[in-house]
């Protein structure tokens, strides 16, 4: 199973990894991080749906997020 990392607090909320997701799983969270955004977020129901490719991490601006498989 593949788990993808997010460090919530650098995330602006920006959206790309949600539209790069091929199984859809990404979304913003409810609560706001420090800087005042929703970050992205994948709940851990939806985690064991995620299929480790990784594109959400290559296309995030801010290097928030790893995938390790």
């Known amino acids: 199973?593949?788990?993808?990392?997010?460090?919530?607090e650098r995330c602006k909320g920006?959206?790309?990894c949600l539209e790069v997701c091929p199984v859809k799983i990404?979304?913003?969270?409810e609560k706001?991080?420090?800087k005042g955004y929703h970050p992205a977020a994948i709940?851990?129901?939806n985690m064991k749906k995620c299929v480790g490719c990784a594109s959400c991490a290559?296309?995030?601006p801010d290097?928030?997020?790893?995938?390790?498989?």
């Open 14 to 16: 920006c959206g790309l």
């Open 58 to 60: 290559r296309i995030c």
């Open 43 to 45: 709940t851990e129901e």
């Open 1 to 8: 199973m593949a788990i993808a990392k997010f460090r919530e």
């Open 26 to 29: 990404i979304g913003f969270d």
């Open 32 to 34: 706001l991080n420090a």
């Open 63 to 69: 290097l928030v997020i790893t995938v390790e498989k």
